[in-house]
């Protein structure tokens, strides 16, 4: 059953619909959902986590993974449309197992120190505030519990020449809305500082763009793997502006 929760207006209404053109996003981005979703697997490793939350869930590829009789999982995401795909994704023995949310994280009523795992991916480029919105999320895992982010760190020097590319682009063709500008030492600044601690990390990148309209998702996702290899044996690092990072909770 889902539960609705009122959203305050601000970036979350832009934000909302976008996503709720599911192909928009889903479509020319399945290698690279492939790739975070396998890292997550990676970091989970064969511990079992009885409550998962997935912030900013989408069509639930990387946490639906994770559910088995022994878990439970909250799918949380402002899209009802990226909702019902993850819904249907649910085997329908473990649908008891699944509790949806559809609204704003930071408005949302998901309990204190009530997870094991809390996975938010491709969300921090969109919160109002940064800060705030980490708060929240190193206070509803459990002690010693993990979290695992994602964020494209700004300041890297690729993402430094990308961006004047995007800058020309949208003169073409303007955004309804800015992402967040993200660096890594921000990010790991603002978890230290919500007692988080960081004990894995897995960095990649992206395809030049134009080549998500050349090559096949399987061959985008192949070129990610054999350049950066896996959260395990992670390569060529420096050169990765996208970072899948993992936490533990003191």
Excluded: W
Aim: glycine share 6%; aromatic share 8%.
């Amino acid at each position: 059953m889902a539960i609705a929760v009122t959203q305050p207006v601000q970036k979350t209404n832009q934000v909302k619909e976008f996503f709720d053109r599911p192909q928009t996003y889903l479509t020319p981005r399945q290698f690279d959902i492939a790739v975070r979703s396998e890292t997550v697997r990676e970091f989970a490793g064969d511990i079992v986590h009885p409550r998962v939350l997935d912030i900013g869930c989408g069509d639930g590829a990387l946490s639906l993974p994770l559910l088995n009789e022994q878990s439970h999982i909250t799918l949380l995401d402002l899209s009802a449309n990226m909702l019902s795909r993850a819904s249907s994704r649910v085997p329908a023995g473990l649908k008891a197992n699944v509790r949806i949310i559809q609204g704003d994280f930071m408005t949302a009523d998901v309990g204190h120190e009530a997870y094991d795992l809390v996975i938010c991916v491709g969300v921090l480029a969109h919160v109002d505030s940064l800060f705030d919105f980490m708060a929240k999320v190193a206070s509803v895992v459990k002690p010693g519990g993990r979290i695992i982010l994602q964020i494209t760190d700004s300041a890297h020097f690729l993402s430094r020449a990308l961006g004047i590319y995007e800058v020309l682009l949208n003169l073409v063709k303007p955004r309804t809305y800015s992402l967040n500008r993200l660096t890594r030492p921000q990010v790991l600044g603002i978890a230290r500082a919500n007692h988080l601690q960081l004990i894995a990390a897995f960095r990649y990148g992206l395809p030049l763009p134009g080549l998500t309209r050349v090559f096949s998702q399987e061959t985008l996702h192949k070129m990610v793997r054999v350049l950066f290899g896996t959260a395990a044996a992670n390569r060529n690092a420096c050169f990765g502006t996208e970072s899948v990072l993992l936490f533990r909770r003191h």
